[in-house]
């Protein structure tokens, strides 16, 4: 009976002892678990900050690129918002070849035309513009209602005495087309492009022109893409101007000032149907080279 007791108290010992091993090692596998889950929480957390911080770092970078532009332009050009009429840009109501009005509303300059009498153009030469010979200009033009033949645009190396004198043209039309060309002062298109249709153009949507002139070459962007290049030699400097015009239809005889060509895309088109129509500006900025 002794044997029996001391076997069976052996057994219930190496039992204990088997029990213990696996409790032991079942914390082992559990503390080996909560350090890995600790440790990938760890990781997790860091990569997730790391993401935070590169975000943070792109939207400051972008931020201090804008900044840094708009310091660039204030340092030896100039970056107009219309958020006030500091330059002295014409506004007001029309009631010669077109009824409408011009204002600065919202940090936009808008041009309400409502009805026409025929085919214009009429541009804003703010006296607060300097005369400028090498340059890089741009502005922001979009174009509601009216019809293919209403565009915008920029003048450039204009004659201190009006557009009339004599200057260049980079407009964008409704349409998807855009003409680059020079007019004398006798009021005749020296050199154009006549009117191409450019995939660059958005129609309906806000476009981003830009012109880059050095001494008789001249460059031409419209939303980042260049559309252009022009050698012209009439005119080494001018003032700037914005510009809005309507094409006269095609049964109507075109005036001296109206280009080429465009009318023709829409053969007998009434004027009628191309009033109303708003024109809008934005961003208008320019730096001396």
Not at 8 to 24: E, K, N, Y
Not at 93 to 121: N, P, S
């Amino acid at each position: 009976m002794e044997i029996q007791s001391e076997s069976s108290t052996a057994s219930r010992r190496s039992g204990l002892l088997v029990l213990g091993g696996i409790f032991g090692f079942s914390c082992l596998l559990l503390v080996i678990g909560l350090a890995c889950f600790g440790s990938l929480a760890w990781y997790a957390g860091q990569k997730v900050a790391q993401a935070t911080g590169t975000a943070q770092a792109v939207e400051q970078q972008a931020t201090a690129t804008v900044v840094a532009r708009a310091t660039e332009i204030s340092q030896d050009g100039l970056l107009e918002t219309f958020d006030s009429n500091v330059l002295g840009w014409i506004t007001g109501h029309v009631d010669t070849y077109w009824t409408g009005e011009i204002d600065l509303r919202d940090g936009q300059y808008a041009w309400q035309v409502k009805t026409a009498e025929k085919g214009f153009l009429h541009y804003a030469m703010p006296g607060g513009l300097p005369v400028v010979a090498d340059f890089d200009a741009s502005v922001e033009t979009r174009i509601f209602d009216g019809d293919f033949a209403a565009c915008s645009g920029l003048l450039f190396r204009t004659h201190t005495a009006g557009w009339e004198y004599g200057g260049y043209a980079f407009s964008v039309c409704k349409g998807g087309q855009f003409f680059v060309g020079y007019l004398n002062g006798q009021g005749i298109w020296v050199k154009s492009s006549d009117w191409v249709a450019s995939p660059a153009i958005k129609t309906g949507e806000w476009n981003h022109l830009e012109v880059s002139a050095r001494g008789s070459h001249f460059i031409f962007k419209i939303n980042d893409f260049v559309v252009y290049e022009l050698e012209e030699t009439s005119r080494v400097d001018g003032k700037l101007a914005l510009f809005v015009e309507i094409h006269q239809p095609a049964d109507q005889p075109q005036g001296a000032l109206a280009k080429p060509g465009l009318a023709l895309l829409k053969p007998g088109l009434a004027l009628e149907t191309m009033v109303p129509v708003t024109f809008l500006f934005d961003n208008f900025a320019f730096q001396n080279r």
